[in-house]
């Protein structure tokens, strides 16, 4: 019965997704957690949302879902796709668990509480706001009760796809905050687009990559200055 369930499930797919706990890119009929309220709750959060600048036509969607935050923030970036589905999980399950703990929604379509949200964008830039702070820098956010849950989560993504794709760099908390705060500082300029468009600081002749333009010349000047230091010994 069960093989049988299985072999359904692959038949619905013309290619198996991998995925960590939640199949959020392929159907599924034997994950119970993807009915969970508080995990319905937590996709439809990350849902496009009215004021997200409109993604291409061409944009390659799975039949299952509709586009999300993250999917904008892979376009604007470049984010490697992988990266992008793992931190999807991510967010989801962050955001369930913050809810199950308040409560557990009742709705025909289930919403997430502000609270959760909030907690957890608080935790999850916890160390981008002491760096802040730190630094006596304003956060890319002028007066936090003004930023709306959409907004939040956006910016949690972001952190999260800086730091899934950050490779060594993410040992070096201050230069992902710093990489964090210019970055959504840019996402703050296309967001007042109609159209979404690449960012620049991601952007070359080759395409739109984050890991190739900021991350890559990030960790060649680390391997240096640590070869320069072993050389020196």
Known sequence: MLKRVIDSDAAMTEDLVAYNIIPLDAPTITNAIVSLPEVQAAVSALNYFMGLPNLPADFSLPNTRTADMLDFLQFVFGFQKDNVSNQREHVVLLLANEQSQLRIPEESEPKLDEAAVHKVFLKSLENYIKWC????????????????????????????????????????????????????????EILRQQIVQPAKSCNSENGVSFLGQVITPLYEVVAAIKSLRSFKL
């Open 133 to 188: 702070n730190y630094l006596c820098f304003q956060p890319v956010w002028s007066n936090l009760e003004a930023v709306s849950k959409e907004k939040k989560l956006l910016f949690v993504s972001l952190y999260f796809l800086i730091w899934g794709e950050a490779s060594n760099i993410r040992f070096l908390p201050e230069c992902l905050c710093y990489i964090f705060h210019h970055m959504a500082r840019e996402m703050d």
